[in-house]
């Protein structure tokens, strides 16, 4: 049986049960059941379903986990935390976010004028708004009109430029100013695919000469006593502690001396994200190091030490970590809507009279096949279709005969899985799937849902939503119905899928793809013009689920409509073309008429084939 590594990346949110993925909470209902609700109602094609007690619990695991360490260590700074907007800025995340955070004071963090407005709308009175990234005059005047209208903000500065703009603004502008923040460009760099953002040769942040000139520079317009908050940010998705821990250590020391030279309201160090999120279904692929409780306890402990050594203050601490908040909360549910091999079955051999000697092997294979020698009839059996594919381009064999060889290859391959038992991971048989692969029709976009598959071969856990309790016995690869061939999620022998011998015309099979909650939603984009998927926001009790702010997929109207094309104009054309066609009557044109209607209002995904 294969639990496709739940103990592994789901935390414990996830359980199987009766065969089944069921929601670890409350009256833990099976996905398949919110599933079934949902396309009831009219919804098919893919659904993007949002928890919102996931995300409540890991915010609280958050704040739990510091106050812990700051407990332990007896740490007189405050634990101060935002989530950075770019990560998940869906109206279905965000507006849940903030109403759970209230409670810690859970603030939000900005990276341009759109997000800082989002901002200044929705955050909670009092908690915290970080904003980072480059900044105009604009941006930075907005950021002033926040702190005007109440907002506890802290703009900081990635360069000397934007610290000048910041000086000229504060002149013009009226009595209140916002906290400002310095970047800091660390020696010390992270490590993964997204380390960019930190390190000596980073895009962000100020070099030591440039923080000495900062310090002149507001001393110099009196608002030295602004500087609030140092920043560093070493990238998303940090796979190893060390590096952070060498950041620390040096942002401590840049902390002290900054005080010594007179800024005396700098009180806090904000450690910017990169909290990793594990991904991994297999044990010795894990995509981190280290737990929660070791990155609070290692920050605390090391900022503490720092404050004795040099006789200073424990600054307060601000984390911007919105990966690991986020990705959690969302699951991808996409249908399987064909098995390329489902034709595949004994009843469609056409079996001649005479066949050629290599089919007749082929066959004995297939009615011989036992445990002890399935690996072998497995090996031979492709080697023979090999050798009749080559015998059909030479013209030796037909056509029939080459059908017959693809169906007993199949029978074959299935019929040796399931009798290999335990034994299938030995790394020839996890090669030998790859020959032998399946490929599943998904009807998803894997350039909308999983860009970030596309884009850096991230991957996510993927796993059916049933049959949990029949061994899956094909090695499988998925394929989207973007007509891209780069919408594959192929078969890997180093992570193998294996997913079940479907008959998809007799009972629907469904994939869950899981840890969705983070980049992916604002970084999809609509290749083939496939929108947002379907989305809805659960809530779970202990007494049921409930289906609640579901939005619809856009229309492919609406979707012309963003691409600035005129409705109008693409309706008025349609309608024009219908009227004058001479190849249908007008009672015919009018049936054609609202056919038209109905697809323009419905978004695109496959309808029919999702039965
Ligand atoms: C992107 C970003 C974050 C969030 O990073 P995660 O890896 O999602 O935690 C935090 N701070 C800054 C400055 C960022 O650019």
Known sequence: MNDYGIDIWSNDNFVIKNGKVCINYGKKPALIDIVKQLRNDGYKGPLLLRFPHLTAKQ??????????????????????????????????????????????????????????LLAMAYNNEHAPITVNGFKDKELINLGFIAREMGHNITLTIEGLN???????IAKERFKPKPNIGLRVRLHSAGVGIWAKSGGINSKFGLTSTELIEAISLLKKANLLE??????????SQITEIHPLKKALIEAGNIYTELRKMGAKNLKAINLGGGLAVEYSQFKDEKSRNYTLSEYANDVVFILKNIAEQKSDLEPDIFIESGRFVAANHAVLVAPVLEL?????????????????????????????IKPANALEYMHDSIDHVESILTLFDLGYV?????????????????????????????????????????????????????????????SFPIMPLTHLDKKPTRSASLWDITCDSDGEISYSKHNPLFLHDIDIEKENYFLGFFLVGAYQEVLG???????????????????????????????????????????????????????????????????????????????????SLDV
């Not at 007189?76 to 990560?87: D, E, I, M, R, T």
């Not at 007749?360 to 011989?368: A, N, P, Q």
């Not at 080459?402 to 290999?420: P, Q, Y």
């Not at 984009?525 to 689920?545: G, Q, S, Y």
């Open 162 to 168: 934007e610290l000048e703009s910041i000086i000229d």
């Open 398 to 458: 037909d056509l029939q005969d080459r059908s017959n060889a693809e169906i007993l290859v199949h029978l074959i391959v299935k019929k040796a899985i399931s009798l290999l038992g335990d034994t299938q991971n030995s790394a020839d048989f996890l090669a030998l799937q790859n020959e032998v692969q399946e490929r599943y029709l998904v009807n998803f976009s894997l350039f909308q849902s999983l860009p970030d598959f596309w884009g850096l071969e991230q």
């Open 226 to 235: 602004y500087f609030t908050m140092i920043h560093f940010h070493l990238g």
């Open 59 to 116: 915010i609280a695991r958050i704040y739990g986990k510091f106050a812990k360490a700051k407990k332990e260590f007896d740490y007189k700074g405050s634990f101060n935390a935002v989530y950075p907007l770019k990560v998940n800025q869906y109206p279905g995340f965000v507006k849940n976010l903030v109403e759970l955070g209230k409670d810690y004071n859970y603030g939000l963090e900005a990276g341009s004028k759109a997000e800082l």
């Open 525 to 607: 984009m609509r290749h083939n013009l496939f929108p947002h998927p379907t989305e809805a926001v659960i809530k779970i009790d202990d007494k049921d689920f409930e289906i609640t702010k579901i939005i619809e997929a856009q229309s492919v109207l609406d979707t012309l409509e963003d691409l600035d094309y005129d409705i109008h104009e693409i309706m008025d054309s349609l309608n024009e073309r219908v009227e004058s066609s001479k190849l249908v009557n007008d009672k015919q044109k009018k049936q054609i008429l609202g056919e038209l209607y109905l697809f323009l209002n419905d978004n695109g995904y496959l309808k």
């Open 340 to 368: 390329f091999s489902q034709e595949y079955t004994e009843s469609k051999l056409v079996l001649k009279k005479k066949n050629p000697k290599l089919i007749d092997e082929l066959y004995d294979l297939f009615k011989s």
